[in-house]
């Protein structure tokens, strides 16, 4: 009884402590105006649909050129040549500009994974891989706008 008293007091007392996200703060506070893709990439337009979602009207006006690639490297094979750990590593180039300013980045996210037997479900694998490692350099993104001044 003392036991399930402890824990049910204890949850109130963290959901009462304020606890927010640290990144979540500035992300309402601007309006991206237009993202300009520089190569015409499925990889582009997945990261460019990620940043909208985040734009809000307004008065901080921001425009954005993305240039971004996909690599997937071998790290290692075995003694046949095949291929045990792959490598997929998404490279994003920005350009800023922000209150008359022009700013620029590049970002890099990667993952290191086996592979696997079925080819099917290491495509799936893979597609499910590249949708984290962009929500990761969006969220890069954001941080990089808000922070530039």
Not at 98 to 103: A, V
Not at 124 to 143: A, F, G, R, S
């Amino acid at each position: 009884m003392k036991k399930n008293f402890l824990i049910i007091a204890l949850v109130f007392l963290i959901s009462g402590c304020g606890y927010q996200p640290v990144n979540l703060g500035n992300y309402e506070e601007l309006t991206i105006k237009e993202i300009k893709i520089l190569k015409a990439s499925a990889l582009n337009n997945k990261i460019k649909k990620n940043l909208i979602s985040y734009s809000k009207p307004n008065k901080n006006i921001v425009l954005l050129e993305l240039d971004s690639k996909k690599d997937i490297n071998i790290k290692s094979k075995d003694t046949k040549g095949n291929a045990l750990i792959y490598e997929l590593q998404i490279t994003t180039n920005i350009l800023l500009k922000k209150n008359g300013k022009t700013f620029v980045k590049s970002l890099n996210e990667s993952f290191i994974y086996n592979t696997k037997d079925n080819q099917f479900s290491l495509k799936q694998y893979e597609k499910d891989i590249e949708k984290n490692l962009i929500n990761k350099i969006v969220k890069k993104i954001l941080v990089f706008i808000t922070k530039s001044n």
